[in-house]
């Protein structure tokens, strides 16, 4: 059979297919498709894609879910009672679990009766102490506060392309989202991320942290209300916000020499990647490996090296000439810190949780 894979988002589809049973997943077809906010539309136009290159029947479908809660921690069969209970976390994920469950009723109306699996970003955070976790609220106001991390199927790619011999570790994702992850031997430790995905770093049209002031000062001007807040707060600020022409980081590159917001934005993305960066090596207790994913990691050389150049008091030096080729070792020989530009591959980590929980059900 084919596993199809899809990874939806605001303005694009992501998906993949692969050829199964294999020992190594084979992939047969891949590719991007703009989103148009018509779920189905769009998944049609990716099938059809898929048709035409793979071949063959889809007979299981695997599917990117941000946001599970603290009941859904590992991959999960689609029925009633599990897409009931994520409805009821739309509100806190409007953003990404919205559209990402109407992929779902659109793939379940258009692959019908073959399996459903969903994979959570926060499941590969569930193992991470307790103690970051935690947030310094009293316990008993609402259950779901606590910090989960997000983009959790790109660091468990990243870390198993790294291999069990990676000891302290920070990745950082960057893209129109971006966060960062410290793991010790490919095991969460922290993540920048927490709640939801407005915190940590500073991204497209996310402002990353904030102090909790600003947000009951918006609340209390006439100007906001909590839908304008939200719109505000995920798709009117970051890069967009600052620049306040464009999220995409490439653009605002390119723009810089003559365009002073846009060289804000970018400074400010910078200093904040930075200073995140030193607490997630605090945490971990030192540093060996800095891997660089996601659009802005993998293809924007100048970020990377400006953030890179505050950590050369550690002995952290990149090699010039690879990072600006964006090679995948990018440190240079003497580097006391390893620094590679690996591209990640969510679909791929789908595919095998998909295949894995189908394989446990057919076992029985």
Known sequence: ??????????????????????????????????????????????????????????????????????????????????????????????????????????????????????????????ESPAVAKLLPLPPNIDPLLQRYGFHGLSYEYIALELGPDAELTVVAHLGSGASLCALDRGKPVDTTMGFSTLGGLMMGTRPGDLDPGVILRLLQSSRYDTASLSNLLYRESGLLGVSGTTPDMQMLISAADTDARAAIAIELFVYQLTKQLGAM?????????????????????????????????????????????????ISAPHSSVRVFVIPTDENRMIARHALELLGRFAAH
């Open 1 to 126: 059979m084919n596993l199809l894979c899809l990874d939806g988002g605001s303005s694009s589809l992501k998906y993949a297919t692969y050829s199964t049973p294999s020992v190594k997943l084979t992939r047969l077809a891949a590719g991007i498709e703009p989103a148009t906010g018509a779920a189905e539309a769009d998944l049609a136009r990716a099938l059809s894609k898929v048709k035409a290159s793979a071949g063959g029947a889809i007979g299981a479908v695997g599917h990117r879910i941000v946001f599970g809660g603290r009941r859904y921690e590992e991959p999960t069969l689609v029925n009633e009672v599990v897409l009931r209970d994520l409805e009821e976390l739309v509100e806190i994920e409007p953003l990404h679990l919205r559209i990402e469950l109407d992929l779902v009723y659109a793939a379940m109306r258009l692959i019908p009766n073959v399996p459903h699996v969903l994979c959570f970003d926060t499941a590969f955070h569930r």
């Open 281 to 329: 090596i605090a945490v971990l207790g030192g540093i060996d490996t800095l891997v660089f994913t996601g659009g802005i990691g993998e293809h924007a050389h100048t970020v990377r090296a400006a953030a890179c150049e505050r950590f050369g008091h550690i002995g952290l030096s990149l090699d010039a000439t690879a990072n600006t080729r964006n090679e995948r070792v």
